[in-house]
């Protein structure tokens, strides 16, 4: 798991990439991987969460009141984010990582959660940002391989909340050079058996099929055993 000294040190690098990224781009633009949404709402839903997270750390609940961007002016946007990221780094460099607080992630709840959390929220949305615009802004290398071990956190919880059933196929995970894991009935027991398949691949793009921005067809991935099975797991909605 990272560190959370490494986390907040790239929550700061990405958050502070938006709004370079946003002053080149049209809000009205479409976001490809994220169906529905143009850039302006990307932003948007970006800037919400970290001020959501910093509620979470600093009051000790979710039950933040609402807030609304401002969406049809991009220098508008832009400042509005700007002032979003800043409330959370600043209210996550002033608490220690093992402080508690209200999270959805691993007992007991601290707030280096939402350290990690919201480095890879900015990391995948910067990600798709630049996929709305034309560049391929890849997935900060310091972050892929953790971004791939926090599926087995996310994936538990979706069928914990009944939002997904049990896993019936089962697909191995195996970062090049590094460790794997197994997605397999409902995340929560140890797994035994052979899997029904195997996705190999660098980190990067692990963490992005994950999330669905890559597809398996992707040349970075080899795929082994039943590809349909692999197919069938990735489309699960292991991740929210």
Known sequence: MIAPEQSLAALERLTAEVPVLLAGADLTMPVPPCPGWSVGDLVAHLGEMHL?????????????????????????LAQWYCDCADTLLQTLRST???????????????????????AHEAAMHRWDL???????????????????????????RQVRLERIPPLTRSLALQVDGGPGLVL????????????????????EALVL?????????????TVTGSREAAAAVLGAGIVP
Do not use: K, N
């Open 184 to 203: 397999h009935g409902d995340g929560r027991r140890d797994f035994s058996g052979r899997p029904a398949a195997r996705v190999t691949g660098p980190a």
């Open 96 to 118: 220690s990582p093992d402080a508690p607080c209200w999270a959805f992630g691993p007992r007991p709840p601290e707030a280096q959660f939402w350290y990690r959390r919201q």
């Open 52 to 76: 959501w997270a910093e509620h979470c750390v600093r009051v000790g609940h979710p039950d933040a009141p609402e807030v609304s961007a401002p969406r049809g002016d991009r220098a508008l």
């Open 209 to 221: 099929l994950l999330w669905g921005r890559v597809a398996l067809d992707d040349p970075r991935l």
């Open 130 to 156: 630049g996929a709305a615009i034309g560049r391929d802004l890849g997935y900060p290398a310091a972050l892929a391989a953790d971004g791939v071990e926090v599926v087995t956190m996310f994936f538990p």
